[in-house]
């Protein structure tokens, strides 16, 4: 095995632990979504502030694009991955070492908006932060009506 071997092997494991780190990050925005969402929900609810449940619901959702923005991040470094694992199955025939930043911005910067957007429709990224968009939302508009059914 070449010097250049090693330094891609070097190299791929990085981005493999990269990649997981950003699994690791996703995990916390959920846990901060759903504690911060669900306190909004139960101080909605023993205050008897339903305005509240808009605010749960806004956190929520801000939580969401940024769990999706994050994962965007993270795809950005397939590219890499899958370069180094083509040069690894013969599919190519050269490859450089350090490259990763230059196939990262290329990649992100590509089409970002549709990916994002698409990013966020991914079942691992939008559960739990829709439903409790959904809830809130849902929720806050049930007591409004009714409020004015009853009134």
């Avoid at 990085?14 to 909004?40: C, N």
């Avoid at 101080?43 to 939580?63: E, H, N, W």
């Avoid at 991955?81 to 490859?95: P, V």
């Amino acid at each position: 095995m070449s010097g250049q071997d090693d330094l891609l092997k070097e190299e791929y494991f990085h981005l493999q632990d990269t990649v997981e780190d950003f699994d690791q990050k996703a995990l916390t925005i959920k846990a901060w979504s759903v504690t911060l969402s669900m306190a909004g929900f139960g101080v909605a609810f023993t205050k008897s502030a339903p305005s509240i449940l808009l605010l749960a619901a806004l956190a929520s959702l801000l939580f969401w694009v940024t769990e999706a923005l994050w994962k965007s991040f993270q795809r950005a470094y397939y590219s890499r991955i899958d370069e180094i694992e083509h040069f690894y199955a013969g599919k190519l025939d050269t490859i450089k070492p350090f490259q990763i930043h230059t196939r990262w911005s290329p990649t992100w910067l590509k089409h970002r908006w549709r990916k994002l957007w698409r990013t966020l429709w991914y079942p691992h990224v939008w559960l739990p932060h829709l439903f409790v968009v959904l809830g809130g939302f849902g929720i806050r508009v049930a007591n409004r009506w009714w409020h004015q059914f009853i009134h």
